[in-house]
């Protein structure tokens, strides 16, 4: 028996408001999420890694600026070869694979903790919005606290050709050089860049595939073809990567600039300020196109992974709090 037919039963037994029905994860069910979302984070970002290259470059580049994700790549690849597409490599995956852990585990963790606090489940279902933002905010916060020093190793060993050969000597120049406040200048930018996305990413996500269930009876859901499931994971992750990179563009280019030490000396919220005023409205969106491909890629095949990782792993569904019925787990 599902969540939603347990629920529906006891509200028809009881009458009035449905009670207060959560699943009860244990730490073996969380380390099984950490470990997909590391997985389905690390393979996905670290697949993308030419795109997010010149991504970067456009974003940094004025020479750049008004390429497109096809003729910025032939130039890098013509002026300092194909090897150069795989820059970064080694902090992306690091990077996303402790962040993609915490995010992932975190999110099913604040989520239902939020469900809690909202008492019963017509309230959790009333107030979902408002419960995915904050699941998918806080488990952002703490997840970029781990990621925040790889990705600025990253973005130099991007922007500036000969930093260092890779993860371990760039990480080291750039704590020797900067300490503890050049690993985290960037703290700031990518909270304001990573928590829009985890909004977009989680939010999206859970109402696409509301609207995708919302007629569909119990039966009919369990019934669904694998392809059918696909299809809808698919659709959902396309427009959630979408959302993700239309809300986070603005901050993610303010990050790249950062990370190369642009900007004027001064506080980090200054520093952005002015960065932004410079940079303009379309500045701040140069290469959203091939950040939207590059986006819409990572989330849906994230979340294509995430569900395929913890059904190998025998982990328990998520929480849902769809309008169509109550809390109940995902199919």
Same mark, same amino acid.
């Given at each position: 028996?599902? $969540?939603?037919?347990?629920?529906?039963?006891?509200?028809?037994?009881?009458? %009035?408001?449905? +009670?207060?029905?959560? +699943?009860?994860?244990?730490?073996?069910? $969380?380390?099984?999420?950490? &470990?997909?979302?590391?997985?389905?984070?690390?393979?996905?970002? *670290?697949?993308?890694? +030419?795109?997010?290259?010149?991504?970067?470059?456009?974003?940094?580049?004025?020479?750049?600026?008004?390429?497109?994700?096809?003729? %910025? *790549?032939?130039?890098?690849? #013509?002026? @300092?070869?194909?090897?150069?597409?795989?820059?970064?490599?080694? +902090?992306?995956?690091?990077? $996303?694979? /402790?962040?993609?852990?915490?995010?992932?585990? %975190?999110? @099913?963790?604040?989520?239902?903790?939020?469900?809690?606090?909202?008492?019963?489940?017509? !309230? #959790?279902?009333? $107030?979902?919005? =408002?419960?995915?933002?904050?699941?998918?905010?806080?488990?952002?916060?703490?997840?970029?606290?781990?990621?925040?020093?790889?990705?600025?190793?990253?973005?130099?060993?991007?922007?500036?050709?000969?930093?260092?050969?890779?993860?371990?000597?760039?990480?080291?120049? &750039?704590?020797?050089?900067?300490?503890?406040?050049?690993?985290?200048?960037?703290?700031?930018?990518?909270?304001?860049?990573?928590?829009?996305?985890?909004?977009?990413?989680?939010?999206?996500?859970?109402?696409?595939?509301?609207?995708?269930?919302?007629?569909? !009876?119990? @039966?009919?859901?369990?019934? &669904?073809?694998?392809?059918?499931?696909?299809?809808?994971?698919?659709?959902?992750?396309?427009?959630?990567?979408?959302?993700?990179?239309?809300?986070?563009?603005?901050?993610?280019?303010?990050?790249?600039?950062?990370?190369?030490?642009?900007?004027?000396?001064?506080?980090?919220?200054?520093?952005?300020? /002015?960065?932004?005023?410079? =940079?303009?409205?379309?500045?701040?969106?140069?290469?959203?196109?091939?950040?939207?491909?590059?986006?819409?890629?990572?989330?849906?095949?994230?979340?294509?992974?995430?569900?395929?990782?913890?059904?190998?792993?025998?982990?328990?569904?998520?929480?849902?709090?769809?309008?169509? !019925?109550?809390?109940? =787990?995902?199919?």
């Amino acid at each position: 028996m599902t $969540y939603t037919e347990k629920a529906q039963e006891l509200r028809a037994a009881v009458g %009035g408001k449905a +009670p207060f029905v959560v +699943p009860q994860f244990s730490t073996k069910d $969380y380390s099984s999420f950490f &470990l997909a979302g590391a997985l389905c984070a690390t393979l996905t970002h *670290g697949a993308m890694t +030419p795109i997010d290259v010149v991504k970067t470059r456009i974003q940094i580049d004025p020479e750049m600026a008004r390429m497109s994700l096809l003729s %910025g *790549g032939r130039r890098i690849v #013509a002026q @300092e070869g194909p090897a150069a597409l795989l820059t970064g490599f080694g +902090p992306t995956a690091v990077g $996303y694979l /402790v962040q993609g852990g915490a995010k992932f585990a %975190g999110y @099913e963790y604040w989520k239902k903790q939020f469900v809690q606090i909202a008492g019963d489940q017509e !309230s #959790a279902v009333q $107030y979902r919005t =408002a419960i995915y933002l904050g699941a998918s905010s806080v488990a952002e916060f703490f997840a970029d606290i781990l990621l925040t020093p790889l990705e600025a190793t990253r973005i130099r060993l991007v922007s500036q050709r000969h930093y260092a050969t890779g993860l371990l000597t760039g990480f080291a120049r &750039l704590a020797r050089e900067e300490g503890l406040g050049g690993l985290y200048a960037g703290f700031l930018p990518i909270l304001c860049k990573q928590i829009p996305y985890a909004i977009g990413q989680f939010t999206v996500n859970e109402f696409c595939h509301e609207l995708a269930f919302r007629n569909m !009876s119990e @039966e009919t859901k369990r019934s &669904l073809s694998g392809s059918a499931k696909f299809g809808i994971s698919l659709g959902s992750g396309i427009l959630a990567g979408f959302a993700a990179a239309i809300l986070s563009q603005p901050a993610d280019t303010l990050l790249s600039q950062i990370n190369k030490g642009h900007g004027p000396e001064g506080s980090m919220p200054h520093r952005l300020k /002015v960065l932004a005023q410079q =940079a303009g409205f379309r500045g701040l969106f140069a290469g959203l196109g091939p950040r939207m491909i590059m986006t819409a890629g990572l989330v849906s095949g994230q979340f294509l992974l995430y569900g395929a990782v913890k059904d190998a792993l025998g982990a328990p569904a998520g929480l849902e709090i769809h309008k169509e !019925s109550s809390a109940a =787990a995902k199919v």
